[in-house]
């Protein structure tokens, strides 16, 4: 049963390769660079992967972002947003998930970072954040936000039936999509990706 200390054990590993990590979750093709002559500078963001004992086992919270948002409607995505002016990352992924899933973070403690990713469509660089939260949160997901909470067992990830991949056409362009089975959602792309990085760091962390 994955622990906690199997999670700081697998976020301190420096000679880890997470770009190859992420890359396995990855739709193909995909930009994964910005574009050179595209004016200005990417938004920042940060993202949490919230974690928490339930019934025994350390889980995650996955959102379903409603249909009336401005960018990636209706995915799989964990918690967060675009920094303010004044904060560190750390802080826009806290504040975030906090306003998100209507839950105050102040007893969590933060565990690491992930790599960041570059995310095309919105033109975002994503800095994810790992956390750990004493006890299940009181989840009152903001409802403007959020369609759906999704709570995952960290050691899911390492399940090979959860790992599937499908042709798709997006934007009339044939892509390979990489994604993990979470019950009927697919949770794939950046997010995907993210968690990619995590459960190869996990795998090599147990053993």
């Not at 303010?84 to 998930?97: F, Y």
């Not at 993210?194 to 996990?202: D, G, I, K, Q, T």
Request: charged content about 25%.
């Amino acid at each position: 049963m994955i622990a906690r200390g199997d999670i700081e054990r697998a976020l301190q590993m420096t000679e880890f390769d997470a770009g190859r990590a992420q890359h396995r979750m990855a739709p193909r093709p995909r930009s994964a660079y910005r574009p050179p002559p595209k004016p200005g500078h990417p938004r920042k963001g940060a993202v949490l992967c919230l974690l928490y004992p339930k019934a025994g086992q350390l889980h995650f919270v996955l959102t379903r972002r409603t249909d009336t948002l401005d960018n990636h409607q209706g995915q799989i995505s964990l918690p967060g947003g675009r920094q303010e002016p004044g904060e560190t990352l750390s802080q826009t992924a806290i504040r975030e998930t906090d306003e998100e899933l209507g839950i105050d973070l102040k007893d969590s403690m933060m565990l690491g970072r992930l790599a960041s990713l570059y995310i095309a469509p919105s033109d975002f660089d994503i800095h994810p954040f790992v956390a750990l939260y004493p006890a299940r949160p009181d989840f009152r997901p903001a409802p403007a936000e959020v369609a759906e909470l999704l709570e995952v067992p960290v050691e899911y990830l390492l399940e090979p039936a959860v790992h599937q991949d499908e042709d798709w056409t997006i934007r009339g362009h044939r892509v390979w999509v990489p994604f993990y089975r979470i019950g009927e959602h697919k949770v794939w792309g950046a997010t995907a990706m993210v968690l990619s990085e995590f459960e190869h760091r996990l795998r090599i962390a147990i053993g």
